[in-house]
């Protein structure tokens, strides 16, 4: 073989991993936090100290990843205070979301959280992190937020699936790995067929469960949120990719559940675009079309931000 054509061979060689088409379009992160500072908590991905040391750099840091990164809308959830000052700092980025977190403050009253969506406070139910507190989101706790989100049309997350691990013997003695089972929604689902639910952490790891709810619940989306980075990436690809190849691409949203650190923001970027398995379109499905679908944001006015 001439020595020209070796070499030409051997360089395409090596470019080719690099030739795989990388994101650069808008994204959607459906799932984000907002809170207090844990400065030095250690990121579960990287081994290293978070990058937000106080509560205000938890904030401006997840702003600027989100800038960076093309996250034109972030659904956000936390205390109040701090999800309104979030809204204060960038408006037109920012929906809040009614969250029931793992450490047993309830949500605010039926009467308030109406007035908290007509007045735009809040867009969405969730996160409702029913599995750390012991409860199963079709019991009747539920039900008069449910009859209130299918009335205004208010989107609702759901965590399932997965804590951190020894949740149990920490933050949260209520936690139960059975009711994270997204099988449990089935009766809610039932009652309220007009409800936009997404599975926040897509269930994991009950795949087949999952399937089985995306596929008998049409309406019923998905977050990758969390597995995306802090998963060993091979685990997360196997899960990412047995939900699309069950033809499930057009129900799947990204979130990073970016907690304490803002860091985990292009770590969860990066847990999907490195997925060789995926298309453009399929890439593009996952990082914005999808959940500006489920959400109803207006693409044109994304655009332009
Ligand atoms: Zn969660």
């Known amino acids: 073989m001439p020595k020209t054509f070796v070499v030409l061979l051997l360089a395409l060689l090596f470019m080719a991993p690099a030739m795989a088409e990388r994101y650069t379009g808008p994204i959607i992160d459906v799932h984000l936090h907002a809170g207090k500072a844990a400065p030095g908590a250690i990121n579960p991905a ?39 000052r979030m809204r204060a700092a960038a408006p037109d980025r920012i929906w809040a979301g009614a969250m029931l977190d793992d450490y047993g403050h309830p949500l605010p009253p039926i009467a308030d959280l109406r007035q908290a ?24 706790w539920f039900e008069p ?10 989107p609702v997350g759901i965590h399932t699936g997965l804590g951190p691990p020894a949740s149990p013997y920490g933050c949260c003695p209520k936690f139960s790995v059975a009711l994270g089972n997204p099988i449990l929604l089935e009766p809610m689902l039932k009652r309220h067929p007009k409800l ?10 009950y795949l087949q469960e999952t399937k089985a709810i995306l596929y008998m619940y049409p309406q019923v989306h998905v977050d990758l949120a ?15 990719r047995a939900l699309v190849t069950a033809g ?3 129900r799947l949203m990204f979130g990073s559940d970016q907690m ?26 996952i990082f914005y079309d999808n959940a500006a679908r489920f959400l109803r944001v207006d693409p044109q006015a994304d655009a332009a931000k």
């Open 145 to 154: 937020y449910l009859a209130l989100a299918e009335e205004l049309d208010i």
């Open 248 to 250: 499930f691409g057009d």
């Open 46 to 84: 990287t081994g290293k100290p978070t990058t937000a040391n106080t509560d205000a750099e938890r904030q401006s840091l997840t702003l600027e990843h989100m800038q960076r990164h093309r996250i034109v809308l972030g659904l956000v959830s936390g205390p109040m205070d701090a999800m309104a």
């Open 196 to 205: 936009r639910v997404w599975l926040m952490h897509a269930g994991w790891p």
């Open 117 to 140: 969506y007509a007045s735009g406070e809040l867009h969405v139910l969730g996160e409702i992190g029913a599995q750390y507190n012991g409860l199963n989101p079709s019991d009747p």
């Open 226 to 240: 969390v597995i995306n980075w802090i998963f060993p990436r091979e685990e997360f690809h196997d899960y990412l």
């Open 260 to 285: 304490v650190w803002p860091e985990s923001i292009p770590l969860a970027i990066e847990g999907i675009d490195s997925a060789e398995f995926l298309s453009d379109a399929q890439k593009r499905a």
